[in-house]
């Protein structure tokens, strides 16, 4: 007699999910919001570093010394965080599309990263209107790369999670005969 190919799986109506596949999803998920606020923090420490050499600095030890750089370190990613949190970024990881979060992300660092710009970039000593541009663009590939880099890597690793059953979702199947 033939096995079914899935006979070492739990198939019985009704079951639910075993608490691996809930801490699994839960631990992915605080997972990707601290990859989050790790890409914002480099982000933003190598954003504040090309400014300080722009200015006029060198690189050193001395770039962070400034107190403005820790502000930045500590509220800037909280933000970010925030800001995604606002808009639902943080809901199960495993029902996210690639394509539509890599759109998300960049309609969200372009409109975060243009709050940034009039709120701490614009009070910056520019010798022309150029600077904030290149600024702007800096700080816009920069932080955009960095998440979406981070993100892409979750999500396929979710999805590959996913396909090989690793992750499951409960599932109630409605109906009745053979094709419910």
């Known amino acids: 007699m ?3 190919a899935n006979s070492n799986k739990q198939s019985t109506a009704g079951a639910l999910l075993s608490p691996d596949t809930a801490d699994r999803r839960r631990k992915d998920g605080w997972f990707y919001l601290f990859a989050d606020w790790l890409a914002a923090l480099m982000s933003w ?7 300080r050499i722009k200015e006029g600095g060198s690189l050193s030890l001395e770039i962070f010394q400034d107190p403005n750089f820790y502000s930045g370190a500590l509220l800037i990613p909280f933000g970010w965080i925030l800001f995604y949190a606002l808009f639902d ?3 199960d990881i495993y029902r996210l599309s690639r394509l539509t979060t890599f759109a998300r ?8 990263v ?3 710009f009039f709120t701490v970039i614009l009070d910056d000593t520019v010798t022309s209107y150029r600077a904030y541009y290149r ?4 700080l816009l590939l920069l932080h955009f790369s960095l998440t979406v880099i981070s993100r892409m890597i ?4 979710a999805s590959r999670r996913l396909k090989e059953g690793v992750v499951a979702f409960n599932t109630l199947i409605v109906g009745g005969g053979p094709l419910a």
């Open 2 to 4: 033939n096995k079914p």
């Open 45 to 51: 420490a190598i954003f504040f570093t090309i400014r």
């Open 89 to 91: 970024e943080y809901r």
């Open 105 to 112: 992300t960049l309609l969200f660092t372009f409109f975060g």
């Open 114 to 116: 243009l709050f940034l």
């Open 135 to 138: 600024s702007f663009f800096v």
């Open 154 to 157: 979750l999500l396929t690793r």
